[in-house]
């Protein structure tokens, strides 16, 4: 079992920069995929990126890529989403989540951070 706590977010102008962290506990974060789900007011859970166990393949969603880059530390059971040019459409609750398996559903995990808010203001 792994637990998940997100820090970083907050309130940023239109094209700034955030970075979020999430850090695990447990002995075995390197072996999890890692990945960050947000959800907006109103709206179901997003996939935003995905990241595997050794951090060798990473997946972003099509309204994030170019803009979002996922990262991990092993020696610091820490998951990272640098979010730049932020738009005011990218404001939501941004959850950490863990699992098992690369491939999948992309918004299905097995553990899930309690979030974090980031709000982008115009």
């Known amino acids: 079992q792994v637990q998940l706590v997100e820090s970083g977010g907050g309130l940023v102008q239109a094209g700034g920069s955030l970075r979020l962290s999430c850090a695990a506990s447990?002995?075995?974060?390197?072996?999890?995929?890692m990945g960050w789900v947000r959800q907006a007011p109103g709206k179901e859970r997003e996939f935003v990126a995905r990241i595997s166990w050794n951090g060798v393949r990473t997946y972003n969603a099509g309204s994030v890529k170019g803009r979002f880059t996922i990262s991990r530390d092993n020696a610091k059971n820490t998951v990272y989403l640098q979010m730049d040019s932020l738009k005011p459409e990218d404001t939501a609750v941004y959850y950490c989540?863990?699992?098992?398996?690369?491939?999948?559903?992309?918004?299905?995990?097995?553990?899930w951070g309690q979030g974090t808010q980031v709000t982008v203001s115009s």
């Open positions: 447990g002995r075995t974060f390197g072996s999890y995929t």
């Open positions: 989540a863990a699992r098992s398996s690369y491939r999948g559903d992309d918004v299905k995990y097995d553990y």
